[in-house]
């Protein structure tokens, strides 16, 4: 008796153990020898808020956070974040619902870092980049910056001119220009390319904001088709 009960406990450990969850992701852990898509799946699954991918900021003057898109996989972000990666920078991810409307987690995204700020002096500028929906969280986190603190903004294939959904449910109103102290570069893909504009009649990236930077990124990319998730790649090889 006592044999078969050993016996059932060390199954039920060995099984317990194998489907023990993993750590949260870290930069360390974006291999090569990994698939995208499994790094990705890990990626999406930090809890929601500001995560960061590394433990030591000790060098860092700069807090680097990017902002995922509507129902993002996540594997559209793991080239990017490795190649934006340096010493100077301390890499965050921000995990947000982005089913819901995009006011209360642009809040508290410009909580954490004023508390960010306010326990390290050593950070000299905060850098967002923001994807497709993301791009409009950004914006809104541009809007209620007040910090002493530079704040340059990268919004990347992303509707800042808005949609009739955005507007009538979610009441957003794009930015019309920047505040002091704060930079905008917008990264636009091309309509007829982008799998998520293309069948819009009018591409919600049009639109004139005092004080930005627009640059239209190119037809291809490392041979293929430059579409709506290829886009931040190619930002992160060309503006970092």
Known sequence: MKHIFYTFALVFFTVGCGNAPQPPIQLNDLSNDISVKKLGER?????????????NQD?????????????????????????????QK??????????WCFQSSAVELANEINNLLSQNNSFKKVSLIGHSYGGILVTHVLK???AATPLEVHVVASPLLGTSTLKSICGYEPIEMLPNNTSLFEWRTQHQLDSAFKYLSEDP??????GSSVTVLPETYKGNRLGHNWSISWVADEAF
């Open 43 to 55: 990626l999406i699954d930090l809890p929601y808020g500001l995560n960061t991918l590394e433990a």
């Open 59 to 87: 060098v860092a003057q700069e807090i680097f956070i990017a902002v995922h898109g509507a129902g993002s996989e996540g594997y559209e972000w793991i080239y990017p974040i490795k190649t934006i990666d340096s010493k």
């Open 90 to 99: 301390h890499m965050y991810f921000y995990r947000w619902h982005d089913n």
């Open 144 to 146: 209620l910056w007040n």
């Open 205 to 210: 990236q049009q639109i004139n904001i005092k």
